[in-house]
């Protein structure tokens, strides 16, 4: 099935410094979904991206919808210990089933 | 947005069992999906939960180990059945009400003991 590759694994940071994540995929999606996972919750949906190019951002996050379709990234500006947990891209593949990426673990430090 | 109510929570289950897990959507979704998350790991597709039709597995997943209800727009079942410790894991349902912004549950962390 379609994979999409998301880098990096963990992420270990101190307190207010920024976050950059991204995943790549071999094939074309025409959306992009970002979601944070917090310990013993289901994800929950950060942004949505729809078309290519597109920069969105909510709060101290921003995304953008790669020029190719094939890639996104999110930036976290100014972290704070509530930013902590596991962030997944995913996409939408036929039916609306959703693939994730493998997800980027972040740490805090304070 | 919608609400998702999984339970339970958490459960510790005897090998050879099996547990059902329930969805409850606080609307109407036109879809409803499980998936699996083993521990550090990212999520799995199980099947998409049709209504009034059986589910649709994805590619590894059988009916008979995870039998899935839909009996209306609002409310799902899983069932682990006949489980193994390779079943620990946790299992999530989520939904759609239109468009691709899937909202989950809280998920069930399983453990077979």
């Known amino acids: 099935g379609q994979q999409l590759n998301q880098s990096p694994q963990s992420m270990f940071i101190q307190e207010g410094e920024d976050v950059s994540m991204n995943c790549t995929s071999s094939s074309i999606f025409n959306t992009w979904l970002w979601y944070k996972q917090d310990p013993g919750e289901g994800p929950v949906l950060l942004i949505a991206?729809?078309?290519?190019?597109e920069l969105t951002s909510n709060g101290r996050l921003t995304a953008q919808f790669g020029i190719t379709r094939k890639d996104s990234f999110l930036n976290i500006s100014a972290s704070i210990p509530s930013d902590v947990g596991i962030y997944f891209c995913a996409c939408t593949q036929g039916a609306q089933k959703l693939v994730f990426g493998q997800g980027t673990r972040l740490t805090i430090n304070p | 947005s919608a609400v998702i109510s999984q339970k339970p929570s958490r459960d510790i289950c005897q090998r050879g069992t099996s547990l059902t897990i329930q969805c409850q959507v606080d609307s109407q979704v036109t879809m409803m999906f499980w998936y699996r998350q083993q521990p550090g790991q990212s999520l799995t597709l199980i099947a998409t939960?049709?209504?009034?039709?059986?589910?649709?597995?994805e590619s590894g997943f059988v009916i008979d180990k995870f039998p899935i209800s839909r009996p209306n727009l609002t409310f799902s079942t899983l069932t682990v059945s006949n489980m193994s410790p390779e079943d620990s894991s946790i299992y999530l349902c989520?939904?759609?009400?239109?468009?691709?912004?899937?909202?989950f549950g809280q998920g069930t962390r399983l453990t077979v003991v």
């Open positions: 991206l729809y078309k290519a190019g």
């Open positions: 939960a049709n209504q009034g039709s059986e589910a649709t597995y």
């Open positions: 989520s939904g759609l009400a239109g468009g691709t912004e899937a909202f």
